[in-house]
């Protein structure tokens, strides 16, 4: 948070009214659906002929997001993307966010700007609108909460309980990007800890960097979904990584699942990541979490509809309870998936 | 937070999918409206012919409570109803409600169970549902965001900027109990911290103690302006104190407004406590914050409808823009209103 001290607004001058009201100046919205946005009790929608989709995420300072290496721009436009990302695995359209923001003293008007200036990029990326929000002081560091809110035709709406023996089992993008991304800024953390004068070393990792620092949400993929006539049978998004979502996807729709290592899609920086950390490129795929690809089933007859989807690769099927989730490793070796989740407390 | 050491089931030991799928099992739901609650990437509301209101709030341990002298299932409760308080300011009826909370490792099962006892009374007392929400690890004290989703036909949605000069300024319950109970929960904090034997002094401060802890959403106003048939011109909350809220009004709705001290309503309990610590009751009235009461204006032809309305204090009217936000004393002086909101930053 490098600032020129001279530019520096602070938050105590402005207060929250101020804050509120600078903030609200900026907003652009993009949707009928929002039929009056920041600036009362509650923002209010339009009524709808679809049904209404509602996700909310809290991120916190040093659990969530390291402000060491993690620009505020990039974390705006992140904290709306990973909402965005679950209405997206809805098969559902966002078009409304809220934003609450706790702040403390150390942040200025112009690093807020800059957190919302992401916000914005990501508003418009994904053409969802801003429409109310609470800012607060914060004792304890940077706190978001962000909700989003989509809209889908009830027949269009996907749940992870869906999926039946005998659907193909397919995922967007890539996988592992997110997590050698953030491995490679925490390495160069350490160093910059331990040395301050050193250079970081991050040249030729821009992709897995950009994969950590701003993810996008597949919301590309519910028009591809609509333009093509699939409808998934169920779908999830990848953010506690690939082998916890399968879990998911199997305990809700109450089905086993094939995986094969060799169906996996790796991108090359990724790969070399793994490979200058020694850590298996199976691990990274199955396990590293963050990448917001969207993992999601369909029946068979609907392949056609989707293989030459360069964003969509197929990489296993749906089978039956008793089975269980396996991964067929490249050497054939057939491995049981664990239920990981992530433990943080 | 006393808690029986025998008693406690760490977090660790739960995990994040452990914590979740324990609260889900004791969530009730009450509204058709709600399709799917919590257990996908997002929650799923159903069509509506309505509008749709959502509020959000974001509340941090240290800024908004004190857990010296909060039980975590009022302040679970209070979570709540203060989202609900500003859906029904919108004269809309809560039907939904996300909550996201922050969780350090001091915080045992038990504790959560107790803070979720007091989501699920609220959730109760208002018949809105609980639909999804996060949980996550905190480094800095517990944070809780609350969103809260409401339904309302369109012509019956109350803005802050509909009130006309003429219109009648009117305010439900009574105002200055929060920030009353607020001073005395601070003062016993203190003599609890110099001198941990002393006994609390807060007999005959129940009411004032309750409005502070356990305030309420004034949901049945809702339905008592259906009955009664009227429509307020507009309406807001009262959070950060009487004079802030009425020049939100005046300002949104581009009008002045008069108000008489002498017919602010206050309980005894509060004049009580004002009286103990010396600070003028007109004071506590006006910038007292956190009662929760409703502000709004109605026609005069509306007067007869309400005039017997117990939960109703008339104390002004809607004057011209020019002659802004005034206060008439019961000496007879007028002072002018501030906007005061709170610079908590």
Redesign the interface.
Known sequence: MAENRQNRT???D????GLINHLKQQVTLYNPST??GI????????????????????L?????FDLTYTPLKHLGFKAVAVNVS??A??N?IPQ?I?V????S?RFSKEAIDELYAGIYAACEAYKVDL????T??????L?I?V????RAK?ED?V???GAQPGDLLCVTGDLGGAYMGLQLLEREKQVFLSNPEAQPELTGFDYVIGRQLKPEARTDMVHEFKESGVRPTS???ISDGLASEIMHLCT?SEVGAVVYEEKLPIDEETLKAASDFKIPSATIMMNGGEDYELLFTIKQDDFEKLKNNPNVSFIGYIADKESGAKMVSKGGQVIAIE?Q?????
Do not use: C, P
């Open positions: 602070e938050l105590k402005l207060g929250e009214f039929r009056y600036g009362d009790d509650a923002a209010v929608l339009s009524e709808s002929e679809e049904e209404t989709v509602v996700s909310t995420d809290l916190l300072e040093g659990v969530h679950d209405v695995a809805m559902a409304q809220t609450s923001i706790g702040l003293n429409v109310g929000g609470d607060t002081s914060s004792r304890a560091g706190v909460s909700t989003a809110i989509g009830k709406v749940y992870r309980n779908m999830i998004d809700n239920a989740g992530w433990v943080h407390f």
